[in-house]
């Protein structure tokens, strides 16, 4: 009763509450939207009063939480009987330590295989709601990118202030050929804009309004956002992992566009996370 009590104080500590927020929100998860499993989240804070109980060093604290969080998402290693997952990893992150056991895990379920193919199908969804988009939004976060044709205004921003969700090849243009919300919602498709620029954009095709913003890089009025050069517009494309193509894209090219999207996404979470 005494392990019992010392242990629900410890769980029910402010400091220790606020703490553990403060690391997952650095990690880029800024708003409980951008979290789609409670039980990822639950473990996360588990794993930090363990390793706390461990005396292990603050800043491997918060590189081992985030790396586990984000692994979880990843693998959606507690959506199926959760109770028996935490009780196997919590054993074995006490036998093993948490680095080796984590390390094990990667090597097991993270190989370049995962990230080449499998989370790159896994990108290939219609929703949302899906974990790796919202682990995308996450990525973009703790990159500080900025919105999509934004000049100042960050993804943080949109997300907090609950910006746009704008298809980049738009709804009403796709919808001239892909009916169903499996094809014009793919989350391949989606990105995060000021609600001016989506409005601006409207049902243009990628091609007429990239143009548009290329022309006004050029000295032309401005039309969308603030960026006024192409090195900022390219660089913005990049951080949005847009292909550099989009400027020829139109109908024919949208399921191209998705499968180089797709990859491109991957690659950005592959480098975040392995940047932990």
């Known amino acids: 009763f005494q392990k019992l009590s010392s242990s629900v104080l410890d769980f029910i500590n ?8 403060m690391i997952i929100r650095s990690a880029g998860f800024i708003e409980g939207d951008l979290i789609s499993s409670q039980n990822v989240l639950n473990f996360a804070y588990i794993l930090y009063l363990k390793l706390r109980d461990q005396k292990v ?9 985030q790396k586990w969080f984000i692994m979880s998402i990843l693998t959606a290693r507690y959506s ?35 990230w080449s193919v499998a989370l790159v199908r896994e990108l290939d969804k219609a929703s949302i709601n899906n974990p790796f988009i919202k682990l995308f939004f996450a990525t973009q976060v703790n990159n500080n990118d900025k919105g999509f044709l934004s000049q100042d205004i960050n993804v943080a921003n949109l997300i907090s202030l609950r910006g746009d969700i704008h298809h980049i ?28 620029i989506n409005i601006r954009v409207g049902k243009k095709a990628p091609k007429d309004y990239l143009q548009e913003v290329r022309e006004q890089c050029n000295g032309g009025n401005l039309k969308y956002g603030g960026i006024q050069n192409l090195e900022e517009l390219y660089k913005n494309l ?10 020829e894209m139109t109908l024919d090219d949208y399921y191209d ?14 480098r975040y996370y392995k940047s932990l």
């Open 169 to 196: 090849f738009p709804k009403e243009y796709l919808k001239v050929r892909y009916n169903s919300r499996h094809e014009y919602n793919q989350i391949a498709n989606f990105v995060y804009a000021q609600t001016e």
């Open 14 to 21: 402010e400091t220790h509450f606020k703490r553990f927020l």
């Open 80 to 114: 199926g009987s959760p109770e028996s997952a935490f009780d196997y990893d919590i054993k074995h992150i006490s036998k093993e330590g948490i680095e080796k056991f984590l390390r094990s895990i990667e090597e097991a379920e993270l190989s370049d295989n995962f």
């Open 257 to 270: 566009f998705l499968e180089q999207r797709r990859k491109l996404m991957a690659k950005k979470i592959e």
């Open 57 to 65: 060093n603050d800043s491997l604290i918060e590189k081992y939480v």
């Open 238 to 247: 990049e951080q949005h992992c847009i292909p550099d193509k989009i400027f």
